[in-house]
């Protein structure tokens, strides 16, 4: 069966770290039905991990009530992740926003017991953005490009 480019997968969550494992391993699958490898399929877990766990721990606070966002969209190339949370504290906000004004996502010293994971999705990634808009919603974009050549065009 051939493959028709965008996969697009877009589910709302409920703010529970429960519920990622299901969702990562999901995409995971779709992505080798997709003709990617085990090896990206997996390390696009890792990313979708820590981006969904951030978005939840700091972004909606650990509260259930609120949902994040999870948007793929699969390529014949690559695969585009967004997570959206539904607006975190000022304090997580305004750490992450320096760490993204610098270029950089080490931690300050006085963070160091809070994780908040992304140099790994950074590692993983091609390219990664995050915005923080006016009501501390927090939107990160990660792509990960396809390693082994691909002969269909996206």
Known sequence: MEQVFPYKIT?????????????RK????TLV?????????????????EI?????????????????????????DRMEMLVKDHGGSQIHTERLKDAMNKNKLELPIEYENVRLGLEIVKMLSE????????NNVTSIHAVRRREDAVSQAS
């Open 11 to 23: 589910v709302k969550l409920p703010s529970d770290v429960e519920i990622i494992p299901t969702i």
């Open 26 to 29: 999901f995409v995971s699958e």
């Open 33 to 49: 039905a997709c003709g990617f490898s085990t090896k990206f399929a997996f390390r696009s877990e890792i990313i979708i991990d």
């Open 52 to 76: 969904c766990n951030n978005a939840i721990s700091y972004g909606s606070g650990g509260d259930t009530e609120k949902e994040i966002e999870l948007s793929c969209e699969i390529y014949a």
């Open 127 to 134: 390219t990664i953005e995050f915005k923080v808009d006016e």
